[in-house]
């Protein structure tokens, strides 16, 4: 009952939010001469227009729910996971690793496209493990350790693609990619000329899963207990320091998830440089979900569509794709907002089931 309330107010909060956002979104746009309903059909036409768009949108959304549902899990252990992008990374280039290795290459694609999800997991999960284990063992912030290894792994990324597995039709240059997928590892896509695969209802299959383990397993009642009070959990008999291993490696397995879908079914390979920031937008979508696991799915739609609608902007309208950008910046201001000034709002609607 507690878990659905809060689940009402996120949801309230995610729609007060929007609200907020295209009001003073829409302000900002008359100052600066610009129609809001031009920018608002652009951004729907760049989201959802044509079939093609609203294709690219899940296949913007896809990395980013299997990231937010990274962060959240991480936070709901008490830890602030915030190299969730590094964690990604390492994921892509397990799974390019797996996808590309010529002794995996004869494996039917039943048993090598789990395999290269699998691989990415493990490289997000390694990838999560120093962080945390300086955390339990020497006090250190995981906040500057995780955001710290993000940077480590683009630099690791960048000389695993560009030196030691480039792919020899890449000449040499800035950019490079490791050798292509067999075409037994390559993600198929759902949708004819889409880059929407299995990967998207998987992650929601996740989600859902993940609800389940926090609300009816004990290994989940006793990580979120450790993430509400790690003094309390300890002096109740649990072991903080494992639980908090096991959540962070589950934080930074499912961030490598994210990469392996970005790999398996966008570029087939990993490349450099990785410009995309699916890990962070991932934090940002999971604190505009409040964190609960139900509405992930929701909120990595809405900044996919965002992600994927500014591209619309430029093409459908002459306002710039930046103003995507400072919307989506927008929104998270406001959502993150968990309480209203009582002169202003005496009490939410009666659906949130509390007052403020």
Same mark, same amino acid.
């Not at 890990?279 to 799915?297: D, M, R, T, V, Y």
């Given at each position: ?11 309230a909060i ?10 003073v ?12 309903l ?6 729907y036409?760049g989201a959802f ?8 949108t ?8 299997w ?22 990374i390492?994921?892509?280039f ?17 048993i090598h496209?789990?395999?290269?999800v ?17 955390k ?11 955001l ?6 683009q ?15 890449i000449?040499?240059?800035t950019?490079?990619?490791?050798p292509?997928l ?7 896509p759902?949708?004819?000329? !889409? ?6 209802? @998987? %992650?929601? /299959? =996740?989600? *859902?899963?993940?609800? $389940?383990f ?20 300890? !002096?109740?008999?649990?072991?903080v320091?494992? @639980? %908090?291993i /096991? =959540?962070? *490696?589950?934080?930074? $397995? ?7 879908s ?12 990785f410009? !995309?920031?699916?890990?962070f937008?991932?934090?940002l %979508? ?16 809405f ?20 103003i995507?950008?400072?919307?989506m ?6 959502a ?18 509390k007052?403020?």
């Amino acid at each position: 009952m507690v878990k659905m309330a809060k689940a009402r107010v996120a949801l309230a909060i995610l729609a007060a939010a929007t609200v907020l956002t295209a009001l003073v979104g829409s302000l900002i746009l008359i100052v600066t001469g610009q129609n809001p309903l031009d920018a608002a059909t652009g951004l729907y036409q760049g989201a959802f227009g044509t079939a093609t768009s609203t294709t690219a949108t899940l296949a913007q959304t896809t990395p980013l729910i299997w990231a937010a549902l990274s962060f959240m899990v991480g936070f709901r252990g008490g830890i602030f996971n915030a190299g969730g992008q590094g964690q990604f990374i390492m994921g892509a280039f397990g799974a390019a690793a797996a996808g590309f290795a010529p002794a995996l290459a004869p494996l039917p694609a039943a048993i090598h496209v789990p395999l290269v999800v699998l691989a990415g997991a493990v490289g997000g999960a390694l990838w999560s493990l120093p962080p945390i284990l300086l955390k339990v063992y020497a006090g250190t912030n995981e906040i500057l350790t995780t955001l710290m290894m993000t940077y480590i792994a683009q630099l690791l990324n960048d000389w695993l693609v560009l030196d030691v597995f480039r792919a020899s039709t890449i000449q040499p240059g800035t950019n490079a990619q490791t050798p292509t997928l067999a075409s037994s590892a390559q993600f198929q896509p759902l949708f004819p000329r !889409s880059q929407v695969t299995f990967m998207l209802p @998987l %992650a929601v /299959i =996740a989600a *859902l899963a993940i609800w $389940a383990f926090f609300r009816w397993t004990v290994l989940g009642y006793e990580v979120s207990f450790v993430g509400k009070g790690a003094r309390a959990a300890e !002096s109740s008999g649990m072991s903080v320091r494992k @639980l %908090a291993i /096991i =959540a962070m *490696l589950l934080s930074g $397995a499912l961030a490598g998830a994210a990469g392996a879908s970005v790999v398996g079914g966008v570029f087939q390979a990993d490349i450099t440089p990785f410009n !995309s920031n699916v890990g962070f937008n991932g934090i940002l %979508a999971a604190l505009l979900a409040g964190n609960q696991e139900l509405l992930i799915p929701l909120a990595s739609l809405f900044f996919g569509a965002l992600q994927q609608g500014g591209l619309g902007l430029q093409i459908f309208t002459p306002i710039s794709q930046y103003i995507a950008d400072v919307l989506m910046a927008m929104i998270i201001i406001f959502a993150s907002a968990r309480s209203i000034p009582r002169p202003l709002v005496p009490r939410l609607p009666r659906f949130l089931g509390k007052r403020v």
